[in-house]
Structure formats: C-alpha cells, structure tokens
C-alpha cells in the first residue's frame, strides 16, 4: 500500500512514460483525443465507426494538439449493449491499422478492459497504452498481460461493471475508498514489473453526482501516488445533468472542469473536444511560467 506523505514539497512525481522505446514527457499536460469507433457511445456513437470518419477525426484531433488519440470499440456507458471480444476486435483492427499508417508518430491509446483484445492489438500493432476503465477488475489477466508486453497502462477505477455500475453505487468516503482500490492495483503491478502506470480516479463510473464532485474536489490528493494522472470529464452526466443540460451541450462545463483538473495537477486530459482543451493547457501553463 502506498503511504500518504505530509508534506507535498517531498512528492517526486514521475513526469514522463516509455513509448515505443521513448521517453514522452509530462513536464506540461497532454491531451489525449477521444475516438469512439461504436454506434451507441453517450455523446459521439456512430459519428465515427467506419474506417473513414475515424481517420478524419484522428486527422482533426492531431491537427488541433492532440498527443493521445484513445480508441475505443466498446461502449461502457450505462446500459450499452455488450459485445463479445471477436465484434470489439473487428471494430479495432482496421481503425488501429489505418491510423499507424497515416500518422505514425501518433501516440495510440485501446481502450479496453479485455487483456486477449490488448495482447492482439500491440502484438499486430506495436506497442499502444492500454487504458482499461475496469483497472483490472473485470479481467484477472490483464496485469500479467501488461507486464509481459511491457506497454503503458492506464489504471482506472470503476465500482461495479458498466451494465450495474449506476445501480445505487456507494462508499464510506468516496476519495479514500477509490484511492484504497488504485493503491492496491498499483502494487500489485509493480510487484509484475509494470513501471508505467498512470492513475485515473473514474469519473462517472460507478459514482453518483455527489461522488464526483466530492471526488473532484479532492483530486490534488492523488499527487500521493507519485504517477501521471488522468482526468476524463468530458461531456459527462456530472456535468449535463447538474445544469440540466444535454451532452451537447457540455463543452463550456468540460472545459471549466479540465481548467480546475490541471490546477489540481492533472498530466493527461481525456477530451472529445481537442482545440478547447489545448487552449486551456495554453493559458494554464503561461499562468505557471510566471508563478514560478
């Protein structure tokens, strides 16, 4: 387990990951585009599930500042319709094929929580972050699969599965029990060998409205883990359904709270939206220059 320092002046945050034998630097924060290849994704489902709408978004996305661009072919919002391991790869494969050859210095990022649908992936495609929304929960592979092909992973906590996640979740204290859980995943993955982990407190999965926003309140407090942090707000119910607005409408509220993710020390920003977030890393990080 790992210990909460007292004084954040002794934190040593881990500021880059490996990548295709290179180091990819987190001194300022990234932006990771979102690029769901699914008809039936909350905000964007069947915008982009053809081979050709992904490439021109990929294309859109880098061409605004996008670093990361994260696929994905399985729908995990509430509800959504489950699909087996050969539908999500055969969404996947020609996408991911297609998007490292137009712009093969993109960094990719599979959103999966399956670990034979990651290991197919990197085995045909080379090394990719493996972002899996169930932190390894849902998949008891999927760590020894990490650290046998040695590839970045995303962390992420959820409570429950997509289908029941929204089913009455519920916590002692929300902050320490998702930090309980990361923490125990973190361990267990370094004691396999993984050293690029990145944390992600799971916005919206397996959290009331009220859980968010507690939670948001106190992400600074994931500085304790020493490792990158993503944050994932955008568009999300935490933010349409608390103004009483749609998906669609959501840019404004994504971008107040990546503005207040970066302030609590947020390295990746997971956004469907990319120009209005690299604007907002712009001005955050011109404000740090002149408060250091």
Do not use: W
Request: glycine content about 6%.
């Amino acid at each position: 387990m790992l210990a909460e320092k007292q004084d954040k002046k002794y934190y040593q945050k881990k500021k880059s990951f490996l990548y295709k034998g290179k180091l990819i630097d987190l001194s300022e924060p990234l932006v990771m585009g979102v690029l769901n290849i699914t008809p039936d994704s909350f905000y964007d489902g069947g915008r982009f599930n053809s081979v050709d709408t992904a490439i021109q978004q990929a294309a859109k996305m880098l061409d605004e500042g996008a670093t990361i661009i994260d696929i994905g072919a399985f729908s995990t919002r509430p509800g959504a319709d489950e699909i087996d391991e050969t539908e999500e790869l055969k969404r996947l494969m020609p996408v991911v094929t297609e998007i490292r050859a137009s712009f093969p210095d993109a960094i990719l990022s599979i959103d999966t929580f399956r670990s034979a649908v990651a290991e197919k992936v990197v085995e045909k495609h080379g090394d990719c972050i493996i972002n899996d929304i169930s932190g390894g929960t849902l998949d008891r592979r999927m760590f020894e699969t990490i650290s046998r092909l040695k590839v970045p992973y995303i962390l992420m906590h959820i409570q429950g599965t997509p289908r029941n996640m929204q089913q009455n979740p519920t916590y002692k204290n929300v902050t320490k029990d998702v930090i309980k859980q990361l923490s125990e995943g973190v361990y267990r993955l370094h004691e396999m060998g993984v050293s690029d982990v990145i944390i992600d407190a799971g916005f919206g999965f397996g959290k009331t409205l009220a859980h968010n926003y507690e939670l948001f309140n106190q992400l600074d407090t994931f500085r304790l883990f020493e490792l990158p942090v993503l944050v994932g707000v955008s568009r999300k119910s935490m933010i349409y359904k608390l103004l009483k607005i749609t998906p669609e409408e959501s840019l404004n509220g994504t971008t107040v709270l990546n503005t207040l993710a970066l302030q609590a020390g947020a390295d990746i920003l997971r956004v469907h939206d990319v120009k209005p977030a690299m604007e907002a890393v712009k001005i955050f990080n011109q404000l740090k220059r002149f408060a250091s």
